[in-house]
């Protein structure tokens, strides 16, 4: 251990006014409330306008957590947003948030490891902090997945949503610390699992390839599924480990909101009680990096954590990218 700590000092999140439910869904594509509750736990998801990019929905969480925080736009030295949804190829959406909130002191980046990028994003900001070069980062998961989808797609149309989430994580001295142990992982063999193919440099867009909706998210959700499980549970297991932490001392499980069935079937592999398992997916569906930290911050704004409680957080996306963290708060 170094000379310095991580403390989360502040949280924020937003989810944009639009709600779309299942019955609404049930008008666009085959489907049914019943099909989509029991396969998935969700009823409803937030909708970013028109004019409302990942930026300005990460905006409005950053500000929330800001105000938490007790910090000012220019305390923070560093923004990194965790987004698979940016609002450009570049410059990265981390500099069109700094522009919004007035940051000028922050260096900026995003970070791309889909539903893991927040637990990425946290280790990576952790350590630069950690370094002693950076004081006070903003850590953002915030998606605007409602563009990447192909809305004639019941099988995955259905499973996403807008949103985001902040937290100011400012360097403490080292007893202090606030971040126990982190697992992060990857396997680019099963890359093809979950993306979107084209509009990058591998697939530039085409007439062909958007008539042929390449520029969509697709996904092979029971593989998906089946590898999710056994990647949280390790990681978690791993951290827990590294600690010296049981799953009895955890106050709150925090996984990635994709679906009730794997996040009860990660749950029940660490042994760890339902009313410890933080579920809200039923209300936001999967939005990717933001799950986490909008889960957070509910958990805060709800006063359902104390100081020095134990969170262990764990999330799975595409790469296939994975990882756990286990916190004190
Ligand atoms: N409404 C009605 N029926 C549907 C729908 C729908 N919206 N979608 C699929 N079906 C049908 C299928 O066509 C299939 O029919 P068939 O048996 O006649 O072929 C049947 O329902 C079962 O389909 P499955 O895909 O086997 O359903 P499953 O139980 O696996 O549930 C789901 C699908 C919800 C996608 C699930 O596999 C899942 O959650 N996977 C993991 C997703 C995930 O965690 N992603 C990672 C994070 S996302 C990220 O990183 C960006």
């Known amino acids: 251990m170094g000379q310095y700590g991580v403390r989360i000092v502040g949280t924020g999140s937003y989810a944009p006014p639009k709600v779309l439910t299942n019955h609404d869904l049930e008008e666009m594509v085959d489907t049914s409330d019943e099909w989509i509750l029991a396969r998935t736990g969700i009823k409803t998801r937030h909708i970013a306008a028109d004019d409302q990019p990942t930026s300005s929905l990460a905006y409005e969480a950053s500000l929330k957590a800001l105000e938490a925080a007790g910090m000012a736009p220019d305390d923070i030295d560093l923004i990194i947003v965790a987004t698979s949804s940016p609002d450009c190829i570049f410059p990265n959406t981390g500099c069109f948030l700094q522009r919004k909130l007035g940051a000028t002191n922050a260096a900026c980046f995003s970070l791309e490891a889909a539903c893991s990028g927040f637990v990425y994003g946290f280790q990576v900001a952790s350590g630069m902090l950690q370094s002693g070069m950076f004081e006070n980062a903003l850590l953002v998961g915030a998606e605007k997945f409602s563009t990447l989808l192909d809305w004639t797609d019941r099988t995955t149309c259905i499973l996403?949503?807008?949103?985001?989430?902040?937290a100011v994580l400012r360097r403490v001295p080292s007893d202090d610390n606030g971040l126990l142990a982190c697992k992060l992982g990857a396997n680019g063999e099963f890359a093809e699992l979950l993306g979107v193919p084209a509009g990058g440099t591998a697939m530039p867009l085409t007439h062909e390839r958007l008539d042929q909706r390449l520029n969509c998210l697709q996904m092979k959700g029971r593989?998906?599924?089946?590898?999710?499980?056994?990647?949280?549970?390790?990681?978690c297991e791993s951290v827990m480990a590294d600690a010296g932490i049981s799953i009895d001392q955890v106050r709150?499980?925090?996984p990635h909101q994709a679906n009730t069935r794997i996040i009860l079937g990660v749950g029940k592999r660490l042994g760890i009680p339902t009313e410890r398992v933080f579920m809200n997916l039923d209300r936001y569906g999967n939005t990717s990096a933001a799950t986490i930290p909008i889960a957070l911050d509910e958990i805060a704004r709800g006063e359902l954590v104390s100081k020095d409680d134990y969170v262990l957080l764990t999330a799975f996306g595409g790469g296939l990218t994975w990882g756990a963290l286990l916190l004190r708060w």
């Not at 996403?160 to 902040?166: I, K, M, N, R, T």
């Not at 593989?223 to 990681?235: D, G, H, I, K, T």
Request: charge should be negative; hydrophobic fraction near 60%.
């Open 223 to 235: 593989e998906v599924f089946r590898l999710a499980v056994n990647a949280m549970v390790e990681s």
């Open 252 to 254: 709150w499980l925090v």
């Open 160 to 166: 996403f949503g807008d949103g985001a989430g902040a």
